[in-house]
Each structure stands twice: as C-alpha cells, then as structure tokens.
C-alpha cells in the first residue's frame, strides 16, 4: 500500500506547491505539467513552468500524487493513490485508470529467487470513447 504523506513529513508547505496538488486533485483526468501550469497560471499568473515540475516531482517523491510514465510522451500526474494501474489509449492518447481486483506487486513479490521493489507497466488499448466510436 502506498502511504501519503502529509505536509510537513518531508516536504515544507508552499502556497504555489498547493495550487498545484489542488491543480492535480481537481482534474478529471491524468494531466501533464503543461495542463497543470496552464491551470495553476489562471491563480497565479507569475508561476514558471520549471517551478511546476519541480513541485510535481517533490509531490510525486513524497506520494501526495502519482507520476504515470507514457513512453514517447510526457508524464501524466494522477491524484488516486489506491492502487491501480493505467492504460494509453491507441486512438485518442488519453490515460484511463484500470483497477485490477488483485495488486500485481503482490504477485511480483510471491516469485521465488527475486526480490520485486517495483515495476512499470504499461497497457495499450481503447478508452470507453473510442471503443464505442469503433463500435459505430
């Protein structure tokens, strides 16, 4: 289980790095940096774009949100700590939240003569959207 810190663990509070959690939390999707700035400018319009990564990447170190890493593309932020993993759709490019009924780190670290610390994965398919575009 991955655990949340709260501000003041490791990472000293900022009104800049929480309109950019708050940027993050109150996202529908899975937003890059670029999204998040141009959200976090609306508010605060003198903000640069290396200030935001650099607080995403401290709000990512810390598990106060979770980085997505898209092969050949920029990293996506996700506010859901739960577990899960995630899905790049193939037509639009959109990052979906796929919620397996039994963690695969569990499994990872049953296998003998290993000791699993983590993993990356990715799975490629369609978004409900375009699944049902296709369907038409």
């Known amino acids: 289980m991955i655990s949340i810190k ?10 800049q790095r929480e309109l ?7 996202s529908g999707e ?6 998040v700035y141009q959200k976090v400018r609306q508010k605060e319009p003198t903000i640069s774009l290396a200030t935001v990564y650099r607080n995403l990447n401290q709000l990512a170190e810390n598990n106060m949100i979770r980085r997505v890493v898209v092969p050949g593309d920029s990293d996506h932020f996700d ?8 899905m790049i ?7 979906v939240d796929v919620w397996p009924e039994h963690p695969l780190f569990e499994q ?7 000791c699993c610390t983590g993993y990356e994965l990715v799975l490629y398919g369609l978004c409900s959207e ?3 575009q296709k369907e038409q």
């Open 20 to 26: 950019i959690r708050e940027a993050v939390n109150q």
């Open 130 to 132: 375009c699944a049902d």
């Open 6 to 15: 709260k501000w003041g663990d490791r990472v000293k509070y900022s009104r």
């Open 79 to 86: 506010r859901a700590m739960e577990y899960h993993e995630h």
């Open 30 to 35: 899975h937003p890059t940096a670029d999204a």
């Open 108 to 114: 990872f670290q049953a296998l003998p003569g290993i």
């Open 89 to 95: 759709c193939t037509r639009c490019g959109s990052v």
